[in-house]
């Protein structure tokens, strides 16, 4: 629980504002608009940073998307530019392209993709989109990263997909306090409490994690964790996905090779 959601919110509005005027004042923030609470967030954070003509919403369904009435209510209640951009024929076409590719049976033992890179492969399209719309805008851009602390504690989030960006208001606020600081934020509210769901799976976070972000956000804010087995799942997937946290390792030959 924020000990001053307000006082939360304005700072974290000051820290956009100031990441902007060093890193891009002339730039636009790009956001892409799910319709949950993350992106609903960043988005009204960025429009009370930088105004609402800094800030374009992109919608991204990936074919037939059931909740994008809630994207566009989003983009709508903050009076945002944005556009709707749909994913699924780069979807299709590059799924295919891959099995079409020469050899990929005999790499990879199979004839179908696995079931990780087709829940993965939408999310590194998104990131793409993204970054191409944001090369298109005259002033130039800055993607915005919606990740929170608790996805961000164990790696629930895909690699160079949602988890890539230029800036990252929400890495250090955990999901309850997300949504503390949406209610200080002209954002429809049953989206601040929507379920939140990867939109890749078809299972909610909490069905796929295993465990209630109530009990993630618990664990990391005090370690305890009532549950021996969630405490050591939380554990293990801290520990497996933290490579998604960290710069890639570089091989420097001043430290490998003998002088
Ligand atoms: N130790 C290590 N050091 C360096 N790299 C390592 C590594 N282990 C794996 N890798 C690399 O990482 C890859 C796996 O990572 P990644 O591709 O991310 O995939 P992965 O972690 O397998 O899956 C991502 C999970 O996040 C969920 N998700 C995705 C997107 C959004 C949300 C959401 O709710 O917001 C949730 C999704 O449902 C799925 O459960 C491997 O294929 C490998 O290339
Ligand atoms: N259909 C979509 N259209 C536009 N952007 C999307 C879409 N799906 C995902 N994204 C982007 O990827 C991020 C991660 O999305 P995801 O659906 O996995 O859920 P999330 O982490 O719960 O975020 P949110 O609460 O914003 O939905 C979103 O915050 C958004 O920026």
Redesign the pocket.
Known sequence: MLRDAQATKQALVKWIQEYFAKNGPTCSAV??????????V?AALCVEALGKERVVG?????GV?SD?DD?KEVVATLGIRHMVVNIGAAVESLKQSILDGDHFSDITGSTEHARDAVINL??RI?MTTLYAVGQNLPGGARV?N???GS?DYVG??TKY??AAGDFSPLAHLLVEEVREIGRTLPIPAHLVD?T?????SGQS?EDKLGFTYAELDRYIRTGICDNVETKQRIDHMHKINLHKLQLMPSFDADEYVKK
């Open positions: 956001v892409g608009i799910s319709g949950g609470k993350d992106s609903s960043v992109v919608l991204m369904p990936n998307q994008i994207a939408p999310a998104r915005a919606t990740c929170n996805e629930y989030s997909g949602d929507k939140p769901s990867d939109g890749l976070d």
